[in-house]
């Protein structure tokens, strides 16, 4: 599975942006797809998952809850995430990660818990 975030970009406090996932190379059925965020020098940080057929309810990490929304269409083998509100801390390399539904608890919120990982998107937010 290769995956790519789009979508990042500059964006003032309190604006909003739409990230993109797009998997290719394969079918996304059976997988969870998560959001990370990475600081420069930092651990990829959890943001947000969805399960493969959304019937479980989305995870969001504390500091985006409310303000971002995960979402899914698997007919487009796509996830995106609304983020709202922006604020500078949002400022981050964002990226996605697919993860084997039978290889893990939920919700996945460890970076090693995913399987497949694409390259990031830049998001800032300038205050």
């Known amino acids: 599975v290769q995956l790519q975030a789009s979508g990042g970009g500059l964006v003032q406090t309190g604006g909003s942006l739409r990230l993109s996932c797009a998997a290719s190379g394969r079918t996304l059925s059976g997988y969870r797809l998560g959001w990370f965020r990475q600081y420069p020098g930092k651990e990829r940080d959890f943001v947000a998952v969805?399960?493969?057929?959304?019937?479980?309810?989305?995870h969001y990490a504390d500091s985006v809850k409310g303000r971002f929304t995960i979402s899914r269409d698997n007919a487009k083998n796509t996830a995106y995430l609304q983020m709202n509100s922006l604020k500078p801390e949002d400022t981050a390399v964002y990226c996605c990660?697919?993860?084997?539904?039978?290889?893990?608890?939920?919700?996945?919120?460890?970076?090693?818990?995913?399987?497949?990982w694409g390259q990031g998107t830049l998001v800032t937010v300038s205050s």
């Open positions: 990660g697919a993860d084997w539904a039978s290889n893990s608890s939920w919700p996945p919120t460890s970076k090693y818990e995913y399987d497949y």
């Open positions: 969805i399960s493969w057929s959304s019937r479980l309810t989305p």
